[in-house]
């Protein structure tokens, strides 16, 4: 992907918008602007991607899977709950585009807070099937990870998000590599987890 990412004709940024068009719908009013350009992904997929690349990183990397192994009921809740609200903001959308009844009218940026709650649900999700999927279990069982551990990346990604709702010029392209590697890193996560449960 990286290669195909490199030497697609363009510059970086329709290069971007051409590679994760199978992602997203890539609807112009739905999505942030900078310089008058769209991000390659929508308001809600910029959350979702953005808040599941600041999960994966904060559980995989930086605590090395320790607390991903084992989630408490109230973690559970939570990730359970981010992701009903993104749902619930959905379909709340689709009955506005069926020019159906909607209880409300959603705006670019509650697309972009439900897209993050549900991201970081999403990221931790597949953090915790990558840890009982690749990982030995450790002496004595995973240690219980509560619902704080999801503070972390929830704060990184609203505070990635938050930055991205500026609209600086030079903001655009960092942006864009941003969203391409958590597309890539999402993907990887999910792959990695299936390869290893086939094998």
């Known amino acids: 992907m990286a290669g195909l990412f490199l030497f697609l004709p363009g510059d970086l940024r329709h290069r971007a918008h051409l590679m994760l068009q199978g992602v997203c719908a890539q609807r112009p009013s739905h999505s942030f602007q900078f310089s008058g350009q769209p991000l390659p992904v929508d308001a809600r997929m910029t959350g979702i991607y953005l808040g599941a690349g600041s999960s994966l990183l904060w559980y995989l990397l930086i605590l090395r899977a320790r607390y991903s192994g084992r989630f408490t009921r109230g973690a559970w809740t939570l990730l ?20 159906l009844p909607a209880p409300y009218t959603t705006t670019n ?36 990870a509560s619902a704080t551990t999801l503070t972390p990346p929830l704060a990184a990604g609203a505070f990635i998000c938050t930055v991205a709702l500026s609209g600086l010029p030079t903001l655009a392209l960092p942006y864009t590599c941003l969203i391409v590697a958590s597309v890539v890193a999402v993907l990887w996560a999910m792959t990695s987890v299936l390869v290893a449960l086939a094998l």
Request: proline share 5%; net charge positive; glycine share 14%.
């Open 80 to 99: 359970a709950f981010g992701i009903g609200v993104m749902a619930l903001d959905g379909l709340n959308s689709l009955a506005a585009d069926l020019r």
């Open 109 to 144: 940026l509650l697309r972009l807070a439900t897209g993050l709650l549900a991201g970081v649900a999403i990221g931790t999700l597949l953090s915790h099937l990558a840890t009982i999927s690749l990982a030995h279990r450790p002496p004595g069982g995973w240690r219980p």
